[in-house]
């Protein structure tokens, strides 16, 4: 909704306060008769039934009135809160300004907003970073990379086990040498050992 629409969803407006505040005291009012006929109704009904009225009549008089006097304080100090009631809507409209308290509302989501793109944003360019630095190594530890540089892997055949030591074969025994292009099946008929400096 748009920010004044939204505003009447906050605080209801002046005039519907008003109208608010004018039902209550019709009801109010209206209540207050109902009663005081249905009481004047009673009391002709009792009057009529009684040999010796007169006494009863009177109780019966200030037993109204006073039921009356209390149900009429009740409604007018009901008037009353409702009074206050309308006068707190007033303020809040006229101090708070409800459009530009959303309008402020609004102005501190952006910021948060902005706050948390950003702290994505790095947290997402430091893994990105994290992720060419491993892959980076994943490519460099690849066999097939390594072979590239000029390496070499040998194995016995028909075993399949790697040689890495010249301890680990025997003369005249066969062996498959890996490299980058294609593979060179061979047999061994002399060993040589590095001398240890």
Do not use: C
Request: proline residues 4%.
């Amino acid at each position: 909704p748009t920010p004044s629409a939204a505003a009447e969803l906050v605080v209801p407006n002046k005039d519907e306060l008003k109208r608010r505040v004018v039902d209550i005291i019709s009801k109010l009012k209206s209540n207050i008769w109902q009663y005081i006929e249905r009481q004047q109704y009673i009391l002709q009904q009792v009057s009529k039934n009684l040999v010796n009225p007169k006494r009863k009549v009177q109780d019966l008089r200030l037993k109204t009135d006073e039921v009356s006097s209390r149900l009429t304080n009740v409604i007018l100090n009901r008037m009353d809160q409702k009074r206050e009631q309308f006068k707190v809507y007033l303020k809040m409209l006229s101090i708070n300004k409800p459009i530009s308290y959303i309008t402020k509302l609004n102005n501190q989501l952006e910021i948060i907003l902005g706050k948390l793109y950003s702290s994505n944003r790095i947290y997402l360019n430091k893994q990105r970073s994290l992720l060419r630095e491993n892959t980076v190594r994943l490519y460099a530890l690849n066999p097939t990379e390594i072979l590239k540089r000029g390496y070499s892997i040998t194995r016995t055949i028909p075993q399949g086990r790697l040689v890495k030591s010249a301890n680990s074969v025997s003369n005249g025994q066969d062996l498959e040498i890996m490299l980058a292009k294609g593979k060179l099946l061979v047999r061994v008929f002399q060993k040589r050992y590095r001398q240890a400096k």
